[in-house]
Structures are given as structure tokens and as C-alpha cells.
């Protein structure tokens, strides 16, 4: 992870979260125990809580504790009880900055309204679904604290949505699995960032990929990119792998379960388990049986068998381990400089969700083509005039 390497050497330097406690509610993994490690360099007191309970790995949560000295309560496959009490854990630090991915944290902090409220100057936001939460938060005139939406940086939601979770998903679906995806009927379910991401490495992998979309820009999108168009009900009937991506709830729902091909794999790469609704598919199987670890089977009526993998959980984080470090360095680059940018700045600011500062962004873009060994041209003095100049044309 070069740019979080390039932007620790300096908060080493200048420990610019000298003093602030950071409550940090993300996925447990080997790159959130380098963000950790940064924040910790450059001065801040870290604790983490999972921010799902199927993603942690359990190894990084020791390091954390017995090499690192930084707290991180979790364990793999919590109950929810104990994802919460983990989060009210980390709360009793009376944080300075909280850093959540899904908003479970920042929505708790408000329900609970306690004495860690008041400690808390500001937040920063991972996801595309908590960053709808915190919206919504904010519209409704309940959010207390300035949030920055670090999943809405480009240097974010184009490689880490798009990229990281095109291809964790993938592997998620073939490490649970272990099927030739070449020649199966892939149904991906949203078109967004995430969905695009699916598509394009399932294609890349001989799928014919169908999509499903609601919004008429995303489905003409999706068309044009080449791939077929569908309801769920439609590509139900021919899809021998479904990956729901919409952030939205009942995708794929009691309505299609008859529709369903015999022997197809559910699987969701969305933030919550809500999009494959489980719990219907549990009232209408005759039988169900844990398969392989991750996979569970369902027989539905007329002896028809489906495949759940990870319960419905992101089956990237769950059955796989989750994006890479290429595109979390990016992911926690923004997180970084968004901490301290808040660690700076949030006293002035009102409780709304804001955008990544744009500097922010660009940095870490350059950084990023400087690890890589990229390098870009840069306009001449003739090519800034032209573009401020409105009165040229032909
Ligand atoms: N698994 C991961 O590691 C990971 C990483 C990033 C984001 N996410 C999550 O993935 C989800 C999608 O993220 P995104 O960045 O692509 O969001 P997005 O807003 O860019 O895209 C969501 C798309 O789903 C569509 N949609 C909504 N309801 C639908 C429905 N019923 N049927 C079909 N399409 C529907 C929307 O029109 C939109 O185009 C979110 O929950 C996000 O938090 C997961």
C-alpha cells in the first residue's frame, strides 16, 4: 500500500492527529491494520470494531492487540449482539473522529444520544449505503456532527467499488464455489459502481452477463456496455449465478423464488444482507443444509435445490478476502487525509455530509500514478489560455 506508506512518513513527521481519538468501525482486515497503523503514526489512539459480522479475520485482530498494542474488538462470525456491544465499546473512548463503513456506528452514536456524543467533532463514511444513511440523517435534521463522504471521492468509488469489489466478488463466488464461470448465465443485479464492477469480471470470465437495473440511465448504460437487459423475474428463469448490488433491500424476493433456474447460486456483494431475502427463502424451503462452510442449500418446492453463499452477507469479505490492497490504498489514503482534515477543520463546520476536499482527491491520485510509475503530461501555458478563453472557436 504505497500511498499509505507516502502519507504515514509524513504523519510520522507531523503527527498531525496528535491527541485525537479515533473509534473506527470497518472491516477487519490486513489493509485496515495499515490504515490503523498510520493513524497511530501520526498520533492518534485507535479502536476498531467490525463493521460486518462475517468479515473479520481473526489473525489480523490478534496482531492488532499482542504486536501493535491497538485494541480491536471483533471476532469472526459475531453474533449481533456482540457487533453491537463492540460498537458501544469503542464509543466509551469518547472519541474525537469516528470512521464507519455502513453508518451502524454513527446511527448507534445518535439512537443512543450518551456522553460520547459531545466528544465527538466529526466522521468519515466508507460506503455507498452509509453514505445514503447519513443523508438521510441530515434531511431529517437529526445528524450532530459533519460527516465526509469518503466512498463519493473518486479516487474511491471508481477503483475500490468498481474494480476491488468486481473482482473480490468474483473470486468470493468461485473460492465458495469453485465453478467455471465460463458459459454460465450471470445475473447482476444494480448497475452502479459495484454492479459495473461484476459485470465486466464476470464477462471478463466468459459469463454471459445479464443486468437489472431500476433507474433508465443505469439500464440504457448497461446496454450499451454491451450486456443484456432484464427484469430479476426474466433472467431468473435462465441465471445460474445471481450477484445482487443495489444497496436496496428484497432484490430477489419470495415472488422469484419459483422462477429460480434448479441449482442456482445467490450470492450479494451490497453493503447489508437484505437484498436476497433470506428469511422468505428459509419459509418457503422444504429443507435446508450447510454445505462447504459458506455454502448453504435450500430445497424449495417440486425438490428444486439453491445455493446461498454466506448467508447473503458480501460474499467478497465473507467467502473471500475482500478487495485488495492496490485499491484500499486509495479507499484509506482518503480516509487518512479526511481524519485529519476533520481533526483540523470540524469545529467550523455545520452537521451535513461533505464531499472529500477535491485537493484531497487529486493528491492521492498522483501519488498513486507516482507508485505506480505513471506519469501524465501536464498542459502547456498555451493549452491553459485556450481552455479559460471562451471567444476562440473555428
Ligand atoms: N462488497 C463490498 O466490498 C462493497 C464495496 C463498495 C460498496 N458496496 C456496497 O454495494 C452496494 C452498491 O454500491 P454502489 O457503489 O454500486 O452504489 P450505486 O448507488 O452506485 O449503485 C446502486 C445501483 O443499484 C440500483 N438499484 C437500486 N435498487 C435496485 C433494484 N431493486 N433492482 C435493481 N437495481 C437497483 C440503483 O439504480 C443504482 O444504479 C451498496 O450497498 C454499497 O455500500 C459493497
Redesign the pocket.
Known sequence: MPVLGLIRDVYKEREPLRGVTVAACL?ITTETANLALLLKAGGARVHLCASNPLSTQDDVVAALWSEYGIPAYAYHGESDEDYYRAIDRVLQEKPGVVMDD?ADLISRLHKKAGTSLGSVLGGTE???????RLRNMAEHGVLRFPVIAV?DAYTK?LF???Y??GQ??MDGVIRATNLLIAGKVVLV?????????IAARARGLGARVIV????PV?ALEAAMDGFEVAT?ANAARVADIII????????VRKEHFALLKKGVILAN????DV?IDVAALRKVATRARVLRGVIEEFVLPRRKKVYLLTGGR????SAAE??PPDVMDMSFANQALSVAHLAKNARRLDPRVYPVPPEIDLHIATLKLRAMGLKTDELTSEQEAYLKEWRLGT
Open positions: 472491516h455502513g466508507e460506503t455507498s449505503t452509509g453514505v445514503l466512498n468509488h475500490d467499488n468498481r476491488g469489489t473480490s466478488a443485479a444494480g448497475y452502479g459502481w459495484v454492479g459495473r464492477g437489472s437495473e431500476v433507474h443505469r430479476v445482487t448490488a443495489t444497496g436496496n433491500t428484497s432484490v456483494a451490497g453493503h447489508f437484498e458480501l460474499v467478497n469479505l475482500g478487495h
